[in-house]
T-cell receptor
Framework: RKEVEQDPGPFNVPEGATVAFNCTYS??????FFWYRQDCRKEPKLLMS???SGNEDGRFTAQLNRASQYISLLIRDSKLSDSATYLC???????????FGKGTRLSVIA | DTEVTQTPKHLVMGMTNKKSLKCEQH?????MYWYKQKAKKPPELMFV???????INESVPSRFSPECPNSSLLNLHLHALQPEDSALYLC??????????????FGPGTRLTVL
């Protein structure tokens, strides 16, 4: 299994839909997880950090499944402005910096 | 405030030029990072500075030379680059590398084109 794997998409969903995508990881000792959002030709922006079972911020929910070694991102009531690439990231091992997944592209359609 | 600034926003250079990219943060972060990102790919780590000392060099060619003049500044000196080095160069910073809750914040990047 690769260190961090994501379904590249694209996920094309209508406005108002609920969409979820997963990020699987190989290091079972991972303790922290991050979702970043990246718009075209812009920098990654932190969306959510997860250190325990999950986290919720408005329409966005991240859930961690340690047994199956994946973290999911759920977006409810999708907006056009949610269209972006969503990058999953976690520390490689020990105190090494982040390893990024290849990202999942989301397009929300009117 | 989680702002990391980078200059310039865009840079076009020839293969014989010498140029520098600059990054600045005033959040008191003690770790700073350089990443390279090609289109439709995730960011790739190049260098990490922790407490102003180079702690990680991901086998980056010597035509890229990082420098950390102080805890707020990070430079990337470029010399004799190749066209394949054209990419978005991202700087990031975090409170302290290696802690459980350490979170990286990215600058807007410098879009580099090598002719």
């Amino acid at each position: 299994r690769k260190e961090v794997e994501q379904d590249p998409g694209p996920f094309n969903v209508p406005e108002g839909a609920t969409v979820a995508f997963n990020c699987t990881y190989s290091n079972s000792a991972s303790q922290s997880f991050f979702w970043y959002r990246q718009d075209c030709r812009k920098e990654p922006k932190l969306l959510m950090s997860v250190y325990s079972s999950g986290n919720e911020d408005g329409r966005f929910t991240a859930q961690l499944n340690r047994a199956s070694q994946y973290i999911s991102l759920l977006i409810r009531d999708s907006k056009l402005s949610d269209s972006a690439t969503y990058l999953c990231a976690l520390p490689n091992s020990g105190n090494t910096p982040l390893v990024f997944g290849k990202g999942t592209r989301l397009s929300v359609i009117a | 405030d989680t702002e990391v600034t980078q200059t310039p926003k865009h840079l076009v250079m020839g293969m014989t030029n010498k140029k520098s990219l600059k990054c600045e943060q005033h959040m008191g972060h003690r770790a700073m990072y350089w990443y390279k990102q090609k289109a439709k790919k995730p960011p790739e780590l190049m260098f990490v500075y922790s407490y102003e000392k180079l702690s990680i060099n991901e086998s980056v060619p010597s035509r890229f030379s990082p420098e950390c003049p102080n805890s707020s500044l990070l430079n990337l000196h470029l010399h004799a680059l190749q066209p394949e080095d054209s990419a978005l160069y991202l700087c990031a910073s975090s409170q302290e590398q290696g802690t459980l809750t350490d979170t990286q914040y990215f600058g807007p990047g410098t879009r580099l084109t090598v002719l």
